[in-house]
């Protein structure tokens, strides 16, 4: 393997305990040099002990695998040994030190020239923007939370990192201001050419900032792939429901049809799935089909070559970009179908509760999930 092909980092069944508990089990990834790589799950699945063992605070158990870096094992290297920078979720500035010498901290701990210091706290403001002459001399107290991400981020910067480890940087401050960060960290990302490992609960924010994502469940990478291939193919149920909405049915494969697979719904109707290599004929099977990719029809209707359910309307959420319309289809399961709004004040949505339609779909639109 060429040295440019080199993993910046590697995971090799890393497992880490805290008594009993198993807060990263048996854990294997890598993540590529300049690439924007998340670790997105609830709380307590493990993510920020992941970031953690990475950043060296934790060290991995006595046989708890290995952590990599450009193929060196580290397990035992001290943090101030790794070549990394972190921002963590409550930026932990100093407060009794100003924006300039919070930001020189790093690099005057590490014995910089003096004279080398100034210019790189002032390139390191810029490139956050934070006028270095109008904030290097404010306080942490004089400063927005937004600020004081930024002062966290030109902190971790101006060390010039390989890797930048993120713990939930944006949580603290305003939805306007997170989104408008969330791409500044993505174009930072891109022109740096530095490596992001971010980790976050957050699934927007990883759909958008990330090249790759690593969606981990009670300790555990449930699935690693491009936004893309977590959101459109999620491999497991939980994914299914952790990254956007998802209406779950389940059945029996019944037989193969033109590539397809039929799947009785406990005695009522049958739609079709695509054909996957671990259906067997009589196996229970489970799909997922997001809310957008769902139709919904006047009752009667029946579009040529789609899956379609008998429904009544329940209810109708206003959401402003889309409108969620709730019903239930045969057999009480609920299903909630995403409909584009083109403007409720001058074209209303027809559904009222209690109306009775269809729900349709493309079979090439469920997600056939695996079990854990």
């Known amino acids: 393997m060429n040295s440019s092909d080199q993993p910046v980092v590697q995971f090799i069944n890393v497992s880490k305990s805290f008594g009993d508990a198993k807060a990263v089990n048996n854990i294997s990834f890598e993540i590529r040099t300049g690439e924007f790589f998340s670790i997105l799950g609830p709380s307590g699945c493990g993510k920020t002990t992941t970031l953690r063992l990475l950043a060296g605070f934790e060290q991995p158990d006595e046989d708890g695998g290995e952590v990599r870096l450009l193929g060196e094992v580290v397990n035992r290297k001290r943090p101030y040994e790794r070549r990394l920078s972190m921002v963590f979720q409550n930026y932990a500035l100093f407060p009794h030190l100003s924006v300039e010498r919070n930001v020189a901290f790093g690099l005057e701990q590490r014995k910089t020239p ?3 210091i100034g210019n790189r706290v002032r390139g390191a403001l810029d490139l956050v923007r934070l006028a270095p002459d109008t904030f290097a001399r404010r306080m942490p107290a004089q400063l927005s939370g937004g600020q004081r991400q930024r002062v966290a981020l030109a902190r971790a910067l101006v060390l010039e990192p390989s890797i930048l480890l993120l713990d939930e940087p944006l949580g603290a401050i305003d939805l306007k201001l997170r989104k408008e960060m969330q791409l500044e960290l993505k174009s930072l990302n891109q022109r740096l050419g530095i490596t992001f490992v971010y980790v976050t609960h957050d699934q927007e924010e990883a759909l ?18 491009s936004p893309a291939e977590i959101y459109e193919n ?4 939980f994914v299914a429901k952790f990254i956007g909405e998802s209406n779950f049915f389940r059945g029996k494969a019944v037989r193969q049809v033109d590539g397809a697979w039929e799947v009785e719904r406990s005695g009522l109707e049958r739609f079709r799935v695509p054909s996957h290599a671990k259906i067997v004929a009589g196996q229970e099977v489970q799909i997922a089909v997001r809310p957008e990719w769902l139709d919904l029809l006047r009752a009667g209707t029946r579009p040529a070559g789609e899956n379609v359910l008998d429904c009544e309307v329940q209810n109708v959420i206003y959401l402003g970009e889309t409108i969620h319309v709730l019903v239930r289809v045969a057999g009480g399961d609920e299903v909630t179908v995403a409909v584009r709004n083109e403007g409720q004040l001058l074209k209303p949505l027809p559904w009222r509760r209690g109306d009775a339609g269809v729900v349709a779909w493309l079979p090439e639109d469920c997600q056939v999930l695996e079990d854990t």
């Open 234 to 237: 999620p491999r497991t149920a």
């Open 114 to 116: 003096k004279k080398e």
């Open 208 to 225: 958008t900032m990330s090249d790759r994502i690593a969606v981990m469940d009670n300790a555990r990478i449930a699935q690693l792939g």
